[in-house]
């Protein structure tokens, strides 16, 4: 249930970390989405730097692929990958 | 301890400008970002030689604009620092897109306001329309009549910004030129005194704090930007009660006590009653002990607080009087002075309501002299149609 204004920090405070694991960013996708060839990734890891979700998901340190629940489509991974591993492709019926 | 500081109290000759720079030396914010140039007023000037000099540790940020100059005191504010900045006029009006964040966001940052006419036609001199377009900010908003009280409201207000119960920003507003470029004897506290009385600000969720992370001015959808507001405006309702404390706290301290929330001057018994924000007040005393030595019983409502508004503390001291004149200096255009407004829906929660009178002065500068203020009363006295707008100093 929604909050009464005093049961809410003040200031629209968002207590606590990676809180944006509960919205969904992934719904509302720009229509292209990021894939990588892993023969050209080499684990750099700029991809997972520069995303503004927490998109790249990475095990022992080696990026393992996106998670598209969360992936809104910037293309930023893409531009700053150095091999360029990432493409981003055209998507058709939303997400 | 209080008697024995005012023993020994020493007062130096300092402008309005200097006198706040004084107060943000001893307030010790650890970030002051500033535009360096005009509108920009002598006291971020003087601010700055004293950082240069090593008198206090601060990190001065220049930055391209005034509302560059904001935003990096939103963000430092969040970041857990004390904050304070100084503008006026055009630069305010820059600022006034995150001085609303600012509120919303309840950082309690300081800004000393030189307030000066606003563009068009282009003008550097005082009135109040800068402050005025800023009254909606969410900013707690206190007007000094001279350069001690521009230095003492300024270390009473920035305790009152920081206080759990208000956490709003506060703009403490001197008259431009009037007060920010005019020197008087102002008594300073020793600098122990008023680091004593501030204490450290503790932020509520500091964003340097990793160990508890925080989302800080998220998007607020129609489901939760209500209720937000609504939290701006208990705390706005929690200032008149800290600052009625504060000022007993900083009385003991100064000597000097602010008491209430507007200066009441030979109030008691007048009939007739003159309601002024900024350095005209001392004009108006003027004014009035000319008039009372011609038995005329008219006395002064200064206040200090504009925002919030103490509409139930004025509406008790102008009941019952016979007419009251609101001097505004700024335009509403198309409606009254903001202070006629305010005092004219103040006096809704009473039954014996004064005449009130509308004087629109000293716009872009224009000079106000004694006479002209002592000739208000004769409308007053003579039951002048109060359904106008007057204009004093005005060629027509
Ligand atoms: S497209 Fe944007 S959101 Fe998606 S993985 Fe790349 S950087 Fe992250
Ligand atoms: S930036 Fe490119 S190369 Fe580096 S980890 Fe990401 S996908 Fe691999």
């Known amino acids: ?95 | 301890m209080a008697l024995k500081m005012l023993e020994r109290e020493e007062r130096t000759l300092l402008t309005g400008a200097e006198a706040a720079a004084h107060a943000m030396r001893q307030l010790r914010p650890a970030v002051v970002p500033v535009y360096p140039i005009t509108p920009q007023t002598p006291i971020i000037e003087t601010f700055a030689q004293f950082v240069a000099d090593g008198l206090v540790d601060t990190e001065i940020i220049n930055v391209e604009s005034e509302h560059s100059a904001m935003s990096a005191a939103v963000g430092a504010s969040c970041a857990g620092a004390r904050v304070l900045t100084a503008t006026s006029s055009q630069g305010l009006a820059l600022m006034l897109e995150i001085c609303y964040i600012a509120s919303a966001m309840r950082c309690p940052i300081g800004m000393a306001v030189g307030s000066r006419a606003l563009s068009g036609p282009i003008n550097i001199h005082c009135d109040h329309s800068d402050s005025m377009m800023a009254r909606d900010a969410g900013w707690i908003q206190i007007f000094c009549e001279n350069a001690q009280e521009a230095y003492d409201l300024s270390v009473v207000g920035q305790r009152l910004a920081e206080d759990g119960r208000v956490l709003l920003p506060v703009m403490t507003i001197q008259d431009g030129f009037t007060i920010t470029h005019s020197a008087e004897p102002v008594a300073l506290l020793p600098d122990d005194a008023v680091a004593e009385f501030v204490g450290e600000y503790q932020a509520l969720y500091p964003l340097l704090d990793t160990d508890h992370p925080t989302t800080q001015g998220p998007f607020a959808l129609p489901d939760y930007y209500f209720e937000i507001k609504r939290q701006q405006v208990d705390a706005m309702a929690n200032v008149g009660g800290v600052w009625s404390e504060l000022q007993e706290e900083f009385a003991k301290l100064s000597g000097r006590y602010y008491r209430g929330v507007f200066e009441a001057y030979k109030l008691d018994d007048a009939d007739y009653v003159y309601v002024i924000l900024g350095a005209t007040a001392g004009t108006a005393k003027v004014a009035i002990d000319r008039l009372r030595r011609q038995r005329k019983r008219v006395g002064l409502l200064k206040l200090w607080l504009f925002r919030p508004f103490p509409a139930r503390e004025i509406a008790q001291a102008l009941q019952g009087r016979k007419a009251v004149a609101i001097l505004d200096r700024a335009l509403s255009l198309g409606s009254w002075g903001p202070l006629y407004s305010e005092i004219s829906a103040a006096l809704n929660a009473i039954s014996a309501r004064p005449v009130l009178y509308n004087y629109i002065y000293g716009l872009g500068g224009r000079d106000i002299r004694p006479e002209q203020l002592m000739s208000i009363v004769n409308d007053l006295e003579c039951e002048a149609n109060a359904d106008v707008q007057r204009f004093i100093g005005l060629r027509e």
Do not use: N
């Not at chain 1, 969360?70 to 492709?89: N, R, S, W």
């Open chain 1, 1 to 95: 249930m929604l909050k009464r204004y005093q049961e809410l920090p003040i200031g629209g405070v968002v207590v606590g970390g990676a809180t944006p694991q509960l919205v969904k960013t992934g719904s509302w996708r720009s229509g292209q989405k990021p894939v990588y060839d892993q023969q050209r990734c080499i684990h750099c890891l700029l991809c997972w730097v520069h995303c503004p979700e927490a998109t790249i998901l990475i095990e022992r340190g080696q990026m393992r692929g996106f998670d598209y629940e969360h992936c809104k489509g910037c293309g930023l991974c893409a531009e700053h990958c150095p091999t360029g591993a990432i493409q981003m492709l055209k998507e058709t019926g939303g997400s």
